[in-house]
Nanobody
Framework: QVQLVESGGGLVQTGGSLRLSCAAS????????MGWFRQAPGKEREFVTG????????YYADSVKGRFTISRDNAKNTVYLQMNSVKPEDTAIYYC?????????????????????WGLGTQVTVSS
């Protein structure tokens, strides 16, 4: 059973930075692509970014491209999301997800991720 624990959220001013972390267990971490999703109040959960199992391939939604950076440390079974130049529209609960299967190549397809298992998420609030 996969377990995901997100952390690092908080209140930040527009233009500021945050670094989110997600510790994963229950799967062989270094075989699985990882992704970050977010859900703003009253909106559906949206896919933000993904990274391949080696970390060599990444994908970013247009809304965060150039501002957010996804990375991973396979030795720590952890994926990170560095958020820079944040905007009020980045306010949301952020969730990480593992790929449905090992060695997924297409990291930019939200359907590649296991959306049946979520952690509690971490709240990010950007003040204007």
């Amino acid at each position: 059973q996969v377990q995901l624990v997100e952390s690092g959220g908080g209140l930040v001013q527009t233009g500021g930075s945050l670094r989110l972390s997600c510790a994963a267990s229950g799967r062989t971490f270094n075989q699985y692509a990882m992704g970050w999703f977010r859900q703003a109040p009253g909106k559906e959960r949206e896919f933000v970014t993904g990274i391949s199992w080696t970390g060599s391939s990444t994908y970013y939604a247009d809304s965060v491209k150039g501002r957010f950076t996804i990375s991973r440390d396979n030795a720590k079974n952890t994926v990170y999301l560095q958020m820079n130049s944040v905007k009020p529209e980045d306010t949301a609960i952020y969730y990480c997800a593992t790929a449905k299967a090992p060695y997924v190549v297409v990291v930019g397809n939200p359907g590649s991720y296991d959306q049946d298992h979520w952690g509690l998420g971490t709240q990010v609030t950007v003040s204007s």
